[in-house]
């Protein structure tokens, strides 16, 4: 792409939709058939308090080490090919990513042969008091209230960076860019602004761009993944194909994957995907601008491609999404599975035994809520209209408490073992021992004015 | 006659902190009028009635024979906060797909 050619196509393919998600999946994008880019989004709201908790105790430690070991897998590919890498792996330490990285890639021989981008500036957790003392209070978005009632237990503070520092980077030589807080959709649409030369104001390609990196930002969740319809006749997950973005300069883009792959891409998948953890969809709001999903066409034009096109997108505004992790309190949750006759009988009674006996030992819980697992766990009453109670082989009884103070909750982990031999019969299922007291990290949406956080981009050299 | 609309749609579920939302796509185009006109927002509520503690919205994507529905409140608190199994509202999907609508005159 240098010498000022602009390419007709350009192959933007998903190989993490989080960080803990199928391993295999990058070096098969990489090695599959032809790509551009390859992007890697593993960073979830609760990641960022998880890694600083990590950067506190290891100055160098804080960001997606699986990263690392990922990009040594595939490093002599996409040096070999050209290929360029996007992911939000830095996590809360991102210099650190990319001294893992060029360090890997001199171990494998390709010293000189590879520039890191590294984008900072998302992190305000060491100017959060700074900036609630000029006026900006980080209210809650959900409850309205100032992140002044949390301050004192905040761990970690990130502003959510759009394509911006990405393009940069990128504009700069970088062959990976490695990034902290940048939003998903960032990831892809950074790389197809920087290849077509798109302007950060031509609304409609920024939106097109945020639909694209919507569609892959959760790898096959759009290619077969938790698809539901016909979900039985979706061909070999085993071997399922990620996907891959195909655009055009002029926004329109397919979904496609590599042949040869399983999984199936068509309208169901992909709309299925674009209604995930979706809000008002005429508003998808991100820092690039802003998507109206009501626009959005899609077309099957041959068997595991689904072309997108019309996406219409308003301006960006003048807000960035700044996501607070803070120490909440303590959870536990125990289980108990009990067996036929009378299974879920038998748990219910479990569960009143314990619940009294919490009650006896004057325990304040914040809740306690219980499900009966095989019977309303996740469907609640609306399960069992239909079903007959009394024929069911077996129920696991599964008990949560929530308190702010740890010694309840402990005690708690207590009181589920002696039911095996004190409570209701036909009981087992509690080869896993004691559960543990959990400490709960709670998350706090706000808002800042974008002209408060500089994004930073930095080379290093391999 | 009554349907079920596992038999008129799919459907995906996510979260937002302590929202559920329920993406619902028409099977066939032909019936997205049907549940534009049966799954109202009310009638969803009802459906999820003591199980959620806020109200719901609904949104219209006619281009994907779509509905999105939010419901809040769905999740216990919500992310690392809920104490249930569905803490992420993964599976509102489907149950929003055991509601029998009337349909026909």
């Given at each position: 792409?240098?010498?000022?050619?602009?390419?007709?196509?350009?192959?933007?393919?998903?190989?993490?939709?989080?960080?803990?998600?199928?391993?295999?999946?990058?070096?098969?994008?990489?090695?599959?058939?032809?790509?551009?880019?390859?992007?890697?989004?593993?960073?979830?709201?609760?990641?960022?308090?998880?890694?600083?908790?990590?950067?506190?105790?290891?100055?160098?430690?804080?960001?997606?080490?699986?990263?690392?070991?990922?990009?040594?897998?595939?490093?002599?590919?996409?040096?070999?090919?050209?290929?360029?890498?996007?992911?939000?792996?830095?996590?809360?330490?991102?210099?650190?990513?990319?001294?893992?990285?060029?360090?890997?890639?001199?171990?494998?021989?390709?010293?000189?042969?590879?520039?890191?981008?590294?984008?900072?500036?998302?992190?305000?957790?060491?100017?959060?008091?700074?900036?609630?003392?000029?006026?900006?209070?980080?209210?809650?978005?959900?409850?309205?209230?100032?992140?002044?009632?949390?301050?004192?237990?905040?761990?970690?503070?990130?502003?959510?960076?759009?394509?911006?520092?990405?393009?940069?980077?990128?504009?700069?030589?970088?062959?990976?860019?490695?990034?902290?807080?940048?939003?998903?959709?960032?990831?892809?649409?950074?790389?197809?602004?920087?290849a077509f030369g798109w302007a950060p104001d031509a609304w409609d390609r920024i939106a097109a761009g945020t639909v694209a990196g919507h569609i892959i930002e959760c790898g096959a969740q759009c290619?077969?993944?938790?698809?539901?319809?016909?979900?039985?006749?979706?061909?070999?997950?085993?071997?399922?194909?990620?996907?891959?973005?195909?655009?055009?300069?002029?926004?329109?883009?397919?979904?496609?994957?590599?042949?040869?792959?399983?999984?199936?891409?068509?309208?169901?998948?992909?709309?299925?995907?674009?209604?995930?953890?979706?809000?008002?969809?005429?508003?998808?709001?991100?820092?690039?601008?802003?998507?109206?999903?009501?626009?959005?066409?899609?077309?099957?034009?041959?068997?595991?491609?689904?072309?997108?096109?019309?996406?219409?997108?308003?301006?960006?505004?003048?807000?960035?999404?700044?996501?607070?992790?803070?120490?909440?309190?303590?959870?536990?949750v125990g289980t108990l599975v009990y067996v036929w006759p009378d299974a879920l009988e038998k748990a219910k009674a479990a569960d009143r035994v314990l619940r009294e006996r919490l009650a006896n030992?004057?325990?304040?819980?914040?809740?306690?809520?219980?499900?009966?697992?095989?019977?309303?766990?996740?469907?609640?009453?609306?399960?069992?209209?239909?079903?007959?109670?009394?024929?069911?082989?077996?129920?696991?009884?599964?008990?949560?408490?929530?308190?702010?103070?740890?010694?309840?909750?402990?005690?708690?982990?207590?009181?589920?073992?002696?039911?095996?031999?004190?409570?209701?019969?036909?009981?087992?299922?509690?080869?896993?021992?004691?559960?543990?007291?959990?400490?709960?990290?709670?998350?706090?949406?706000?808002?800042?004015?974008?002209?408060?956080?500089?994004?930073?981009v930095e080379l290093i050299q391999a | 006659m009554k349907r079920k609309l596992v038999e008129l749609a799919h459907a995906r579920s996510g979260d937002k902190g302590d929202t559920a939302n329920i993406?619902?796509?028409?099977?066939?185009?032909?019936?997205?009028?049907?549940?534009?006109?049966?799954?109202?927002?009310?009638?969803?509520?009802?459906?999820?009635?003591?199980?959620?503690?806020?109200?719901?919205?609904?949104?219209?994507?006619?281009?994907?024979?779509?509905?999105?529905?939010?419901?809040?409140?769905?999740?216990?608190?919500?992310?690392?906060?809920?104490?249930?199994?569905?803490?992420?509202?993964?599976?509102?999907?489907?149950?929003?797909?055991?509601?029998?609508?009337?349909?026909?005159?």
């Amino acid at each position: 792409m240098t010498g000022g050619g602009r390419p007709a196509t350009v192959r933007v393919a998903g190989g993490q939709g989080f960080w803990g998600d199928w391993l295999e999946a990058p070096y098969r994008q990489v090695t599959g058939g032809p790509v551009d880019y390859l992007m890697m989004d593993y960073l979830a709201e609760v990641t960022m308090s998880i890694l600083q908790k990590q950067k506190s105790r290891d100055p160098a430690r804080g960001y997606a080490t699986d990263f690392v070991t990922q990009m040594e897998r595939i490093l002599p590919t996409v040096v070999a090919r050209g290929i360029k890498v996007t992911a939000n792996a830095g996590g809360v330490n991102p210099r650190a990513c990319a001294m893992a990285v060029a360090a890997v890639a001199r171990k494998l021989g390709l010293n000189g042969k590879l520039t890191i981008g590294v984008v900072t500036g998302d992190d305000l957790v060491g100017r959060l008091d700074g900036l609630i003392a000029r006026g900006h209070d980080l209210k809650n978005l959900d409850t309205g209230r100032p992140l002044h009632d949390v301050r004192d237990r905040v761990l970690s503070a990130n502003a959510y960076l759009g394509a911006a520092p990405v393009v940069e980077a990128l504009q700069r030589g970088a062959q990976i860019v490695i990034t902290g807080r940048v939003t998903d959709t960032g990831l892809t649409l950074g790389p197809l602004m920087h290849a077509f030369g798109w302007a950060p104001d031509a609304w409609d390609r920024i939106a097109a761009g945020t639909v694209a990196g919507h569609i892959i930002e959760c790898g096959a969740q759009c290619s077969g993944g938790n698809c539901l319809r016909d979900w039985k006749r979706i061909p070999d997950l085993a071997n399922v194909g990620y996907p891959i973005v195909e655009a055009r300069a002029d926004g329109s883009f397919d979904v496609v994957k590599h042949p040869r792959t399983g999984g199936r891409i068509d309208i169901a998948s992909v709309t299925e995907q674009l209604v995930y953890e979706m809000g008002d969809p005429r508003s998808y709001i991100t820092p690039d601008g802003v998507a109206d999903f009501t626009t959005i066409q899609l077309r099957q034009v041959s068997k595991d491609r689904v072309r997108v096109s019309g996406v219409r997108g308003k301006p960006a505004t003048d807000k960035l999404k700044v996501s607070v992790a803070y120490f909440y309190g303590y959870k536990a949750v125990g289980t108990l599975v009990y067996v036929w006759p009378d299974a879920l009988e038998k748990a219910k009674a479990a569960d009143r035994v314990l619940r009294e006996r919490l009650a006896n030992l004057g325990l304040k819980f914040e809740a306690i809520h219980t499900e009966f697992v095989g019977a309303d766990a996740t469907h609640g009453r609306l399960a069992l209209k239909d079903v007959d109670v009394a024929t069911m082989p077996e129920v696991q009884l599964r008990v949560g408490v929530r308190a702010r103070d740890e010694a309840p909750v402990d005690r708690f982990t207590r009181e589920i073992a002696p039911l095996i031999l004190n409570g209701p019969p036909s009981v087992t299922g509690f080869a896993g021992g004691r559960p543990k007291p959990e400490e709960i990290v709670a998350y706090w949406p706000a808002l800042i004015e974008k002209r408060m956080v500089q994004p930073a981009v930095e080379l290093i050299q391999a | 006659m009554k349907r079920k609309l596992v038999e008129l749609a799919h459907a995906r579920s996510g979260d937002k902190g302590d929202t559920a939302n329920i993406g619902l796509i028409a099977l066939k185009p032909k019936d997205y009028p049907l549940l534009v006109k049966h799954v109202t927002a009310a009638r969803v509520a009802r459906h999820f009635k003591g199980m959620i503690k806020g109200p719901v919205e609904r949104f219209e994507l006619p281009n994907l024979h779509a509905l999105n529905f939010l419901l809040h409140g769905a999740l216990d608190g919500g992310g690392t906060i809920s104490l249930k199994t569905d803490a992420q509202g993964k599976v509102f999907s489907t149950a929003l797909l055991r509601m029998e609508i009337e349909v026909g005159k």
